[in-house]
């Protein structure tokens, strides 16, 4: 019905010039050509570097067909017999819950001495704290290493620990210090005048309404220690090896192995990597940060 008013209505019939829009809008902008295609691009790539080790896992053989001649699981359980992936798990997981745990213990407390206190040389220490977050690993893991080699803490679950405090540390209290910030310094101060001791503050008053950041940066801590190569590779020993390190020593070390293994040890790799990572996004909004301490600022 609109057509044919269109059609029989000299206002409304189409113009060449109406046409035409219509026409550009129909296929659409350049941009939105050029923006398709990248992000097309890009999720190929993505899908051929996961999917491609996937299949392989779980092929038989696999040569110049489009799919693997067969297909098993056996992959799997050999790579866990030969790199030995139950210790190699558990020392990937005592690792990070060392990190995590020691770097809560000691960032909150700085976190809160830099959101509560005014200090001269205040941004000279949150510039500290920035630098081994911005900096590559790799920058200070070889003198971090040579230090650790020295004091033969180097080779143990000791030195991959302390390796990885050093960006820990300042990631958790860069995290926590907005979370600090949005806590009325008044509530604190109506606890201490009904009698409350700095005790009593931190843990029944600080503590339940920390708990979100700290959960959030524990998480992040988490993950960014599963994944750190650099620092752990440096500073790793036959014994300490986190999953990262074992799976690039079983790709570039000396022997011959089987690549259907390998693939199937960076498919675990990759799937724990992933379960870290949507817990992560599950309690941490990557602009709830941000977000808060304008509020916070604006309402102040």
């Keep these: 019905m609109a057509e044919l008013l269109d059609t029989h209505d000299p206002v409304t019939a189409p113009t060449p010039e109406k046409k035409s829009v219509r026409k550009k809008h129909r ?3 350049p941009v939105t050509w050029v923006t398709g295609l990248v992000f097309g691009f890009f999720f190929i790539n993505l899908a051929g570097v996961i999917g491609v080790p996937l299949v392989d896992s779980f092929g038989t053989r696999w040569f110049t ?3 693997p001649d067969g297909w098993t699981t056996k992959w799997y359980g050999s790579a866990w017999r030969e790199f030995s992936l139950g210790q190699v798990f558990w020392t990937t997981a005592l690792a990070s819950v060392l990190v995590v745990g020691i770097s809560v213990l000691v960032g909150v407390p700085a976190a809160y001495a830099l ?3 005014d200090f001269p040389g205040k941004r000279l220490v949150l510039l500290l704290f920035l630098l081994p977050i911005l900096v590559p690993p790799i920058t200070y893991g070889i003198p971090l290493a040579t230090v650790l080699y020295k004091f033969q803490l180097a080779g143990t679950l000791t030195g991959v620990v302390l390796a990885n405090l050093v960006p820990s540390v300042p990631f958790v209290v860069l995290t926590m210090t907005p979370f600090i910030e949005q806590i009325d310094p008044r509530i604190e101060a109506a606890a201490r005048m009904c009698g409350a001791g700095t005790r009593a503050v931190l843990l029944r008053i600080l503590a339940p309404l920390l708990v979100p950041g700290i959960l959030a940066a524990s998480v992040l801590v988490l993950v960014r220690t599963v994944g750190m190569f650099e620092l752990t590779f440096l500073t790793a020993g036959p014994d300490s ?3 990262i390190v074992a799976l690039y020593y079983a790709v570039f070390s000396a022997g011959i192995r089987t690549q259907q293994s390998i693939d199937a040890m960076a498919v ?3 799937l ?3 379960v870290l990572l949507v817990i992560a996004l599950r309690f941490v909004n990557p602009t709830q940060l ?4 304008k509020e916070d600022r604006t309402a102040r």
Excluded: C, D, I, P
Excluded at 290 to 293: L, S
């Design 27 to 29: 296929f659409g902008r």
């Design 65 to 67: 067909s489009w799919l």
């Design 115 to 117: 959101a509560r206190r």
């Design 241 to 243: 090896q986190t999953l």
């Design 268 to 270: 675990m790799y990759t």
């Design 272 to 274: 724990s990597m992933l």
């Design 290 to 293: 941000v977000t808060r301490v």
